[in-house]
């Protein structure tokens, strides 16, 4: 039976379909965003960029802040302590071209709290909504978005912080906030809370709320929109290995038995995917970026261990191809 999904809002963005790629360090460059927008994903965020290197001119920057005309409407994710040199780096954003603008109070990495940044702002609501307050006014013609956990102890301790941000995000002007359900000190461990989801949209009816965490597959996405009331579902570690998982929600979401690609169908896509991290990475880094992705891919094969093994293996594109032609033949 179809489901009817509303048009996800992101302040003047709507988006055809409520299941976009989620941030994700080391996965969402510019190729994987290609790949899964090919897969049917509507919106995709970039891998968290500290805000001081895109300060900087250099390599790195032109290289983060390369886009393409198929990988729109697009958001880039930044991270930072400082609402000053945040707001900076949201204009930088806004100059390359990116659609979007989101805030990342949310990660967990040691190194990133020591610094005070990412997940650790979920502990310094003050300083977190200065900061969307300082992004807000320096780039007031772009949509906005938050990206929160639920907390940053594991324990119900500490939830006060998020409301505090997450109504003072609102209040600022944030078009949406992307809530991890899960705290900080939890890092990636343990279910996510969709309970807390369902309390959030609750809290906010008329605000775009969107869910992450235990988006593992279609059915996941689209039972979390249903269970909760989240307006959109981010997919995370359900579409790495899986870009398919856009294609299977709309499929879903339509009534329609979900895509289930072919061995022809991962071929070409592994093949095309490689391509373009080549291009993009240049040929000797784009082998060690592509060996994760491969494990991840390895996921859908039928021997799933088998071409993990192979794909670990991987030393240079000819090896890449090697597996396609070991393991994706029908
Ligand atoms: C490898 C990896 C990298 C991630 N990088 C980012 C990031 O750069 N920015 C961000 O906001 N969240 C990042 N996340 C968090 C995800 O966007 C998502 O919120 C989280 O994985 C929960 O969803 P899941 O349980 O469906 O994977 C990352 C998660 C993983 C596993």
Not at 217 to 234: H, N, Q, S
Request: charged share 25%; proline share 6%.
């Amino acid at each position: 039976m179809a489901i009817a999904l509303p048009a996800l809002r992101l302040g003047s963005l709507d988006l055809d379909f409520p299941v976009v790629l989620a941030a994700l360090a080391g996965y969402s460059d510019l190729p994987y965003r290609l790949v899964c927008r090919s897969c049917g994903a509507p919106f995709a965020t970039s891998e968290v960029m500290l805000d001081r290197f895109l300060l900087s001119e250099g390599r790195r920057r032109r290289r983060l802040g390369r886009l393409d005309p198929a990988d729109h409407p697009v958001g880039g994710q930044i991270m930072g302590d400082d609402p000053a040199v945040m707001a900076e780096a949201a204009v930088v954003l806004k100059e390359m071209g990116f659609d979007a603008v989101d805030l990342n109070f949310a990660c967990p990495v040691r190194k990133v709290l020591s610094r005070r940044r990412g997940g650790f702002l979920m502990s310094m609501p003050e300083r977190a909504v200065e900061i969307v307050r300082a992004v807000r006014r320096a780039v007031p013609d772009r949509p906005l978005m938050i990206k929160l956990r639920r907390s940053f102890s594991a324990g119900d301790s500490g939830r006060e912080g998020f409301w505090a941000i997450a109504r003072g995000a609102f209040e600022a002007g944030a078009d949406a906030i992307c809530v991890h359900a899960r705290s900080v000190e939890q890092k990636y461990s343990g279910p996510a809370d969709w309970t807390f989801l369902a309390e959030v949209k609750r809290a906010f009816p008329g605000r775009t709320v969107i869910g992450s965490g235990d988006v593992v597959d279609a059915p996941a996405a689209l039972r979390m929109m249903a269970e909760t009331g989240v307006d959109g579902a981010a997919a995370a570690r359900g579409a790495v290995g899986n870009p398919w998982i856009f294609r299977q929600a709309r499929d879903l979401a339509a009534g329609r038995p979900p895509f289930r690609p072919s061995l022809g169908d991962q071929r070409e896509l592994l093949f095309r995917h490689f391509e373009m991290a080549r291009e993009f990475y240049g040929p000797r880094r784009a082998v060690g970026v592509m060996r994760h992705f491969g494990i991840g891919y390895a996921k859908l094969h039928a021997h799933p261990k088998r071409v993990r093994m192979a794909f670990v293996e991987v030393k240079s594109a000819e090896d890449w191809r090697g597996v396609l032609d070991a393991h994706y033949i029908t």
